[in-house]
């Protein structure tokens, strides 16, 4: 085996601390695993859509490579495997070395064991060692047992996760499109899904925003699984134990070749010949799949023996914990260890007597608050009234529509430049809005609605046949949002240009 060559440290650690050691083998190999995912994924994804596209069903440009995720971890996996051991294949590698992996756990992967929440632990043990179907449920048992709780919390974490980074990614590009173009109501959004260019539009959003989170999330799925493996043979076979006696027997070696060297200088010729023939004995190192197989050594066939004997004894990998509760009294004071220092006994004392009068402390005050929600809670449904609030009225500057302040008068015109030379500016453009409104409504023979804001005008501005029109009823808004909300207000040259013609002057169709 070649576990001098592995590239972290081999230590029996709990489930948090070894996903974190999976998310950093990750970022010291992002490059050689996110080259060989896209290389990878990006043309099945992109044929995928294309079949999805000519089927006419976009839903299944989500369902398969949803479904086809257990054949895209095989490329992290090869890649995490490898650099462990420092040897990071380039993708080019990665990609040709997927026809030598075994298939058949794959298509296993794809069909009954698709939803199979412990796909990331299952995965290392089916790919990398390779044994027989009856010796591998027998691994699964052992190397499960104590990790399908975390195995399954990983993969709903990461669904989760993958969510989070498709609803934020969706939920960022509505946000920056401008108020005016978005629907009104949901029945303005069932229209806009009947238009073609904007349904197509949002299915290609949707697929990009779904391959984008899969490429994020499925790698880290991957590597935190791969170090759940590690971390659990490590457990099992002692693997840090086996690497501190292979260094040890190393600097053995070294030494014993130190003193082979000085035999010979002093003329030991036979020594230096014993030398030669174990050094001729010493075994070639072996290739990275041995590391992972099992048994160690299949031409051992005592080991063999003693492996097939421990499996089928029901005490192997058995754990057995024992717990039990104590009830802790803080006025329990211990008599004090003896000590030569007099004065530390008392301090002890006065310890223990100060935290257990703080605890009392503590409690009387949870006590007291309880009591107190429980005494708000009986006089709040015994029907206590309190003073009623009158809300505040809105200000009149923060209204967003003012159509229906005060009726229009018949000479808006005449009225508007009255207010405009008095210094009213701001009642002036309000009057002008107003009477716009109102009489674009008109023309496109529609109820003005109450609640109108200023972004809902501009969208039914949209609706007017007449271009010359449309432009005249969008500038009056604008100009009007500008001096409600920014005070920025027109010249005396621009209010005349307003003033000149519809819809401030009634002008026949």
């Known amino acids: 085996m070649q576990l001098e060559r592995i590239g972290v440290a081999l230590r029996p650690r709990t489930s948090p601390e070894a996903m974190d050691l999976g998310m950093t083998m990750l970022r010291a190999h992002a490059r050689a695993v996110w080259l060989a995912w896209f290389a990878f994924t990006l043309p099945i994804f992109l044929l995928c859509q294309a079949l999805a596209w000519l089927l ?42 997927q026809w030598a992996w075994p298939w058949k756990r794959t298509l296993a992967a794809l069909s009954y064991l698709r939803v199979d929440t412990n796909r990331s632990l299952r995965l290392p043990m089916e790919l990398l060692e390779g044994v027989a179907a009856k010796q591998r449920r027998a691994r699964w048992r052992v190397l499960s047992r104590p990790l399908v709780g975390v195995a399954s919390g990983l993969t709903w974490t990461c ?15 509505v946000w920056m499109l401008p108020s005016e173009s978005l629907p ?13 260019a904007f349904r197509h539009a949002l299915v290609w959003i949707v697929w990009g925003v779904t391959y984008l989170s899969m490429s994020i ?11 759940l493996y590690l971390n659990r043979r490590t457990q099992l076979e002692a693997w840090d134990i086996d690497l501190a006696f292979r260094r040890l027997r190393q600097r053995l070696l070294e030494a014993g070749v130190a003193m082979v060297l000085l035999a010979c200088i002093v003329g030991a010729p036979s020594i230096a010949r014993a030398a030669d023939k174990h050094a001729d004995a010493e075994p070639a190192p072996q290739n990275i799949a041995e590391v992972f197989h099992q048994p160690v050594n299949d031409k051992d066939a005592l080991f063999a023996r003693k492996a097939a004997e421990v499996y089928r004894d029901p005490r192997f990998g058995q754990e057995h914990k024992v717990m039990h509760w104590v009830l802790k009294k803080p006025w329990d004071l211990k008599p004090p260890k003896p000590s030569t220092d007099s004065s530390g006994g008392w301090l002890a004392i006065f310890g223990n007597l100060g935290s257990g009068l703080l605890n009392l402390g503590l409690w009387a005050l949870l006590a007291a608050v309880v009591a107190a929600l429980i005494v708000f ?43 405009w030379r008095e210094g009213r500016r701001r009642e002036a453009l309000a009057l002008l809005y107003r009477g716009s409104v109102q009489r674009a409504a008109v023309a496109l023979r529609m109820q003005p609605p109450i609640d109108a804001t200023e972004s809902d005008w501009l969208r039914h501005a949209r ?15 604008r100009t009007w949002q500008l001096a409600a909300y920014a005070d920025r207000y027109p010249g005396d040259a621009d209010i005349d240009a307003l003033l000149s013609g519809w819809p401030a002057q009634q002008v026949t169709p």
């Open 159 to 173: 669904i989760a996760f993958e969510l989070t980074i498709s609803l934020s990614l969706c939920i960022f590009a």
């Open 184 to 196: 009104d109501s949901m029945r303005d959004m069932n229209q806009a899904f009947t238009m073609p």
């Open 377 to 419: 809670a009986v006089r709040h449904l015994r029907g206590i009234s309190m003073p009623a609030i009158k809300p505040a009225e809105k200000p009149k500057a923060l209204r967003s529509s003012v159509v229906h302040e005060a009726p229009v008068p018949d000479d808006l015109p005449a009225a508007v430049r009255e207010l």
């Open 217 to 227: 999330v499925e790698p880290l799925y991957v590597a935190a699984g791969f170090a």
């Open 56 to 97: 006419g069903a976009p839903w299944l440009g989500l369902l398969l490579p949803w479904w086809l995720r257990p054949l895209f971890d095989r490329i992290p996996l090869y890649v995490l495997s490898r650099a462990v051991f420092e040897q990071a294949p380039t993708w080019r590698a990665t990609l040709r070395a």
């Open 463 to 477: 609706s007017l046949e007449d271009a010359a029109r449309r432009e005249r009823l969008i500038i009056i808004v």
